[in-house]
């Protein structure tokens, strides 16, 4: 990349780091950084991140149709150089899909129905299996410069991170308040009814049972008064 390229990108990224830790929705994230990568990496004309979730390919972020369209032709086919990236390979580089041999059937497919010609992906390590892939029309787009989109491997690798400890630090919070409203109202099971706190406990269970109502909230049903 040029000097003046690289000031740019690196504007960019500056920018979507604030934004970053500014917006709590990942989903968000991820579309700047696929929009980004179409307007700063050199012939990058689409853009897109798949995540393997219950061993189908899913889109979780795509610069437009045709990028979601790579992705269901992955997912179609069974094999594809973002899939080679995640389960082989941390950089997938196809300098021209109408020679590669690789993945006869996606190269037939994407180079005739959307006019791909070459294709970088790289995976994101994380506990769900993902990657980062960038698409152009013009052969041997990406064989020479691996830096913008292993930048842009690594701010989505740190989004999906961000956004996995909220949801971690959400479960927690949820699971404490929980805990909090059972043992309220296993005191006041205890000391209204002169029961003990294996009684109380089965007495919630059952009611829990019975209604078809998660225990917490009849915990604080117990405690409102209500129950």
């Given at each position: 990349?040029?000097?003046?390229?690289?000031?740019?990108l690196?504007?960019?990224?500056?920018?979507?780091?604030?934004?970053?830790?500014?917006?709590?929705?990942?989903?968000?994230?991820?579309?700047?950084?696929?929009?980004?990568?179409?307007?700063?990496?050199?012939?990058?004309?689409?853009?897109?991140?798949?995540e393997?979730?219950?061993?189908?390919?899913?889109?979780?972020?795509?610069s437009?149709?045709?990028?979601?369209?790579?992705?269901?032709?992955?997912?179609?086919?069974?094999?594809?150089?973002?899939?080679?990236?995640?389960?082989?390979?941390?950089?997938?580089?196809?300098?021209?899909?109408?020679?590669?041999?690789?993945?006869?059937?996606?190269?037939?497919?994407?180079?005739?129905?959307?006019g791909?010609?070459s294709?970088?992906?790289?995976?994101?390590?994380?506990?769900?299996?993902?990657?980062?892939c960038?698409?152009?029309?013009?052969?041997?787009?990406?064989s020479?410069?691996?830096?913008?989109?292993?930048?842009?491997?690594?701010?989505?690798?740190?989004?999906?991170?961000?956004?996995?400890a909220?949801?971690?630090?959400?479960?927690?919070?949820v699971?404490?308040?929980?805990?909090?409203r059972?043992?309220?109202?296993?005191?006041?099971?205890?000391?209204?009814?002169?029961?003990?706190?294996?009684?109380?406990?089965a007495?919630?269970?059952?009611?829990?049972?019975?209604?078809?109502?998660k225990?917490?909230?009849?915990?604080?049903?117990?405690?409102?008064?209500?129950?």
């Open positions: 990349m040029h000097d003046d390229d690289t000031l740019e690196a504007r960019a990224f500056n920018a979507l780091t604030d934004h970053l830790h500014a917006s709590p929705e990942v989903d968000d994230v991820l579309r700047r950084l696929v929009e980004l990568a179409t307007k700063t990496v050199p012939d990058c004309r689409w853009a897109s991140v798949g393997m979730s219950g061993g189908l390919l899913r889109t979780a972020a795509a437009d149709d045709v990028a979601v369209r790579l992705d269901a032709l992955h997912q179609a086919v069974g094999d594809g150089p973002g899939l080679s990236a995640i389960t082989s390979d941390d950089i997938v580089v196809v300098d021209d899909l109408l020679t590669d041999t690789r993945w006869p059937a996606f190269c037939r497919e994407a180079a005739s129905c959307d791909v010609r294709v970088m992906s790289f995976r994101i390590a994380r506990q769900r299996p993902s990657a980062f960038l698409y152009s029309p013009v052969p041997a787009a990406f020479v410069d691996y830096v913008a989109g292993s930048i842009f491997a690594a701010h989505t690798h740190a989004a999906l991170v961000q956004a996995d909220e949801r971690r630090a959400l479960n927690l919070d699971a404490l308040d929980s805990n909090r059972i043992g309220m109202a296993l005191g006041i099971l205890m000391h209204s009814y002169g029961i003990t706190e294996e009684q109380a406990f007495t919630l269970k059952k009611a829990s049972q019975d209604m078809n109502i225990m917490r909230d009849i915990a604080l049903k117990v405690a409102s008064g209500e129950f």
